[in-house]
């Protein structure tokens, strides 16, 4: 539990109950990522705009078996592996109709804002809606990785990726290297970009061969660039490499507004495209991580206990000695 900024225990909390139409899940593993930071250090923009509160239990990347369904529950029974979409909509507004739930004005998000807990906990309930059956195949350690799978998968459509298409892909965190693996699956040609050495090499174990530091691309151009920094200069850095009538997809969430060179954009016909989430892609995307090519065992640089979660978090989400951008947790561990 995030009691504060900067300030986590575990402790005990109430029993989740199959009611209604909710799903009880005994969660296996979960993956911590940018926003549990953001959720840690109190920057999260959902805490000014009166969203989310103190305390709070995040956990929205994660994968587990169902424990109990509540009375209205029928698409899955005790025993399915699952995960769940992070965005919960009202269901009832035009845009929950048209799938863009995640878009709903008065949307949940589990283990982001108030009123869904997340999954770091031995045991979550979510609504039935948001979930979703993993392949009993499927370790847990895979199905976490579900969730921002699901939106690196969107971003690479929304960078219209097929194959024989160039594709460069920046930033080597989790969103990045499943945006490159699934882009390579779909038959592109990836150029990997960062400037963290040790993710670069970790793109090159996973099998890129065109993988650079950011500031060696020289003049090179590619159909579409996929933004996964969060960083506030990347987007206007990467429209110089993308040719006319190409695509720049958005994926990072900068701490402060960047600027984009608009006259370059209508000039070259390029369409910048930002990606919030990965609800309409999350089956999709559980499909391509089981298939040859994409691998995110590598990108996993440890799994801990709950206790040291809070640690963790104050570290900025990482584990000293290691550049794997992933750290995962057991809460049952």
């Given at each position: ?202 793109a090159k174990r996973l099998g890129f061969e065109d993988v650079v530091r950011a500031d060696d ?107 794997a951008p992933k750290v995962q947790v057991a809460p049952s561990g």
């Open positions: 539990m995030i009691d504060g900024p900067m300030s986590g225990s575990v402790r005990d909390v109430p029993e989740p109950k199959a009611t209604g139409s909710r799903v009880v899940v005994d969660v296996e593993t979960v993956g911590l990522c940018g926003t549990d930071v953001e959720l840690f250090a109190g920057t999260m923009p959902y805490f000014r705009q009166g969203l989310l509160t103190y305390p709070v239990r995040p956990g929205h990347e994660w994968a587990g078996t169902v424990r109990e369904i509540g009375p209205e529950v029928t698409s899955v029974q005790p025993g399915d592996r699952v995960t769940a979409d992070t965005f919960v909509g009202c269901g009832a507004c035009e845009l929950c109709r048209t799938r863009r739930h995640h878009l709903c004005a008065v949307h949940d998000e589990i283990g982001v804002r108030d009123g869904l807990p997340g999954a770091l906990a031995e045991r979550i309930a979510v609504p039935e809606v948001a979930v979703h059956k993993l392949p009993p195949s499927m370790s847990a350690a895979v199905g976490a990785f579900i969730e921002p799978g699901s939106c690196a998968l969107r971003g690479v459509r929304a960078a219209r990726v097929g194959d024989g298409a160039a594709v460069l892909v920046w930033g080597t965190g989790t969103l990045g290297l499943l945006a490159a693996q699934f882009a390579r699956a779909l038959g592109a040609s990836v150029c990997v970009a960062g400037v963290v050495a040790g993710q670069l090499e970790l691309l020289g003049g090179r151009q590619f159909d579409s660039a996929i933004d996964a920094t969060g960083a506030p200069t990347v987007p206007e850095q990467a429209l110089h490499h993308i040719s006319p009538g190409g695509v720049l997809a958005l994926l990072g969430v900068a701490p402060e507004p960047g600027v984009l060179e608009v006259n370059r954009l209508v000039l070259n016909d390029i369409t910048a495209v930002g990606v919030l989430g990965g609800s309409a892609c999350i089956d999709d995307a559980i499909a391509l991580l089981q298939s040859d090519g994409v691998d995110v065992y590598p990108m996993i640089a440890t799994t801990v206990g709950l206790e040291r979660v809070a640690g963790i978090l104050r570290n900025g989400g990482k584990v000293p000695g290691t550049s």
